[in-house]
């Protein structure tokens, strides 16, 4: 069916059923309105409004579901198996969920069949890209009590910050080019950079990798949606339990906000060669960031309480709030052109099981002070060589050989780590963490 012949139909009665018009239609393409991304089957399928084929655009019987398509997907070939049901084919390729309702779509209709409906493609509205694929910020941003409830001394227009899509149904008269587009703050996110440390980082914490940056953007990327703010099941109990129940009403699944979501981002620079890099970074923000342009490869986790950092010219920086723990099976070798430098608030505890423990400096002296005392004790010999002269010096004391008895040194505590941390292999240890192959258990997973 034509589109003109469509709305003419239309025309003459707008209420007119548009599902029960002839099956053979004009392929299109189409433009389409998600109305409705619910598919029990589970393959994507949706339902669209198309305004050339007419309708009330509220009335479900104006909808036409369809197909939604992936740019790859593959499974193995049924006829090579056999009617058992322990036999099964092996699905493989890339999956990305249908976008919300509203969501502009092209659609077309394989050999102009109107029940073989496919989505080819999406459509963005104008200015409506800025947070893809990878949730950028600016400095130009809407004042909310919100953010100064996080940050009492921000100031727009000089502080960068993290900012979703702005507001379409507002009119901003002030508005006069995209570069100072105002949009609001996305606070979560503005949480996590600040609870991480690093919201006044632009490179390892706030992201310019947005598809409006500039004419013909080089960024390249995919953010997931993130989960919904007032209508997750796993945050709102009583929507979890309706939808159990089967009576969640169409007003408790409207989406209206949204948490940050993943990305994964690669991102050739802007004109400055800035945000030349490779970024994978979690909802939380657990991330992998790869920067060209700094020279350094950065991984750090959501809280900021662990990271490590390597840059092109060799420095490799670690932090860890907690315990940093390390185990080798075979020899662990530490070797530095420069010093080593060890420093404990608490005890530095050193113990060898089976073996000796040697102390050589080669072109230098051995020091050791102690604020407390000094207790050597050898359950063998005790031998002490000098080449040159022995000196004992005690002040406003005595120096006793042989008697009265030397008070016992003590020895570095051994951990039980079968009751702790229930290991496998190592069972003690002056180390209380020894990881071992996995599986290992973490004490708190």
Same mark, same amino acid.
């Given at each position: 069916?034509?589109?003109?012949?469509?709305?003419?139909?239309?025309?003459?009665?707008?209420?007119?059923?548009?599902?029960?018009?002839?099956?053979?239609?004009?392929?299109?393409?189409?433009?389409?309105?998600?109305?409705?991304?619910?598919?029990?089957?589970?393959?994507?399928?949706?339902?669209?409004?198309?305004?050339?084929?007419?309708?009330?655009?509220?009335?479900?019987?104006?909808?036409?579901?369809?197909?939604?398509?992936?740019?790859?997907?593959?499974?193995?070939?049924?006829?090579?198996?056999?009617?058992?049901?322990?036999?099964?084919?092996?699905?493989?390729?890339?999956?990305?969920?249908?976008?919300?309702?509203?969501?502009?779509?092209?659609?077309?209709?394989?050999?102009?069949?109107?029940?073989?409906?496919?989505?080819?493609?999406?459509?963005?509205?104008?200015?409506?890209?800025?947070?893809?694929?990878?949730?950028?910020?600016?400095?130009?941003?809407?004042?909310?009590?919100?953010?100064?409830?996080?940050?009492?001394?921000?100031?727009?227009?000089?502080?960068?910050?993290?900012?979703?899509?702005?507001?379409?149904?507002?009119?901003?008269?002030?508005?006069?080019?995209?570069?100072?587009?105002?949009?609001?703050?996305?606070?979560?996110?503005?949480?996590?950079?600040?609870?991480?440390?690093?919201?006044?980082?632009?490179?390892?914490?706030?992201?310019?990798?947005?598809?409006?940056?500039? =004419?013909?953007?080089?960024?390249?990327?995919? /953010?997931?949606?993130?989960? !919904? #703010? *007032?209508?997750?099941?796993?945050? @709102?109990? +009583?929507?979890?339990?309706?939808?159990?129940?089967?009576?969640?009403?169409?007003?408790?699944?409207?989406?209206?906000?949204?948490?940050?979501?993943?990305?994964?981002?690669?991102?050739?620079?802007?004109?400055?060669?800035?945000?030349?890099?490779?970024?994978?970074?979690?909802?939380?923000?657990?991330?992998?960031?790869?920067?060209?342009?700094?020279?350094?490869?950065?991984?750090?986790?959501?809280?900021?309480?662990?990271?490590?950092?390597?840059? =092109?010219?060799?420095?490799?920086?670690?932090? /860890?709030?907690?315990?940093? !723990? #390390? *185990?080798?099976?075979?020899?662990? @070798?530490? +070797?530095?052109?420069?010093?080593?430098?060890?420093?404990?608030?608490?005890?530095?505890?050193?113990?060898?099981?089976?073996?000796?423990?040697?102390?050589?400096?080669?072109?230098?002296?051995?020091?050791?002070?102690?604020?407390?005392?000094?207790?050597?004790?050898?359950?063998?010999?005790?031998?002490?060589?000098?080449?040159?002269?022995?000196?004992?010096?005690?002040?406003?004391?005595?120096?006793?050989?042989?008697?009265?008895?030397?008070?016992?040194?003590?020895?570095?505590?051994?951990?039980?780590?079968?009751?702790?941390?229930?290991?496998?292999?190592?069972?003690?240890?002056?180390?209380?963490?020894?990881?071992?192959?996995?599986?290992?258990?973490?004490?708190?997973?």
């Amino acid at each position: 069916m034509s589109t003109t012949t469509q709305q003419f139909f239309n025309r003459i009665d707008p209420d007119l059923d548009v599902m029960k018009k002839r099956q053979i239609v004009d392929p299109g393409p189409y433009e389409g309105i998600i109305k409705n991304n619910s598919d029990v089957l589970r393959t994507g399928r949706i339902e669209v409004y198309i305004p050339a084929f007419g309708g009330p655009e509220q009335a479900t019987n104006s909808w036409i579901p369809i197909q939604w398509s992936t740019p790859y997907y593959g499974k193995t070939d049924k006829d090579n198996i056999g009617k058992d049901q322990l036999d099964g084919i092996y699905s493989y390729g890339m999956w990305m969920s249908p976008p919300d309702p509203g969501v502009r779509v092209v659609v077309t209709f394989l050999e102009g069949v109107k029940d073989k409906g496919v989505c080819i493609g999406c459509l963005i509205d104008d200015m409506s890209n800025h947070m893809t694929p990878g949730i950028p910020s600016s400095k130009n941003w809407i004042e909310d009590p919100k953010v100064f409830d996080i940050l009492p001394a921000a100031e727009t227009g000089r502080d960068i910050l993290p900012v979703i899509e702005r507001n379409p149904k507002f009119k901003d008269e002030t508005r006069s080019t995209l570069g100072v587009l105002q949009r609001p703050v996305n606070i979560p996110l503005l949480k996590i950079f600040k609870q991480q440390g690093l919201l006044n980082d632009t490179v390892r914490g706030q992201s310019f990798s947005s598809s409006q940056r500039e =004419n013909n953007s080089s960024v390249y990327g995919i /953010s997931t949606p993130g989960r !919904s #703010v *007032h209508t997750d099941p796993a945050t @709102n109990i +009583q929507l979890k339990e309706r939808m159990e129940e089967g009576t969640a009403t169409e007003e408790d699944l409207k989406v209206k906000e949204r948490l940050p979501g993943h990305m994964f981002i690669m991102d050739d620079g802007d004109v400055e060669g800035d945000s030349n890099l490779i970024r994978l970074r979690t909802s939380t923000g657990h991330q992998i960031l790869m920067d060209d342009k700094k020279g350094i490869v950065y991984v750090a986790t959501a809280s900021g309480n662990a990271w490590i950092e390597m840059d =092109n010219t060799g420095n490799t920086n670690a932090y /860890s709030a907690g315990n940093f !723990s #390390v *185990h080798c099976e075979g020899t662990f @070798n530490v +070797q530095a052109g420069g010093n080593i430098n060890l420093e404990a608030d608490m005890n530095v505890n050193i113990k060898s099981k089976e073996a000796a423990v040697k102390i050589h400096a080669e072109d230098g002296t051995i020091d050791a002070v102690s604020e407390k005392g000094t207790y050597i004790q050898s359950e063998g010999p005790l031998h002490v060589r000098t080449a040159e002269d022995q000196k004992f010096t005690a002040l406003d004391s005595d120096i006793h050989h042989n008697g009265p008895e030397a008070t016992v040194a003590s020895t570095p505590t051994t951990n039980d780590l079968v009751g702790s941390n229930n290991n496998k292999d190592v069972l003690s240890s002056i180390a209380n963490v020894v990881p071992e192959h996995e599986p290992w258990s973490r004490g708190d997973e």
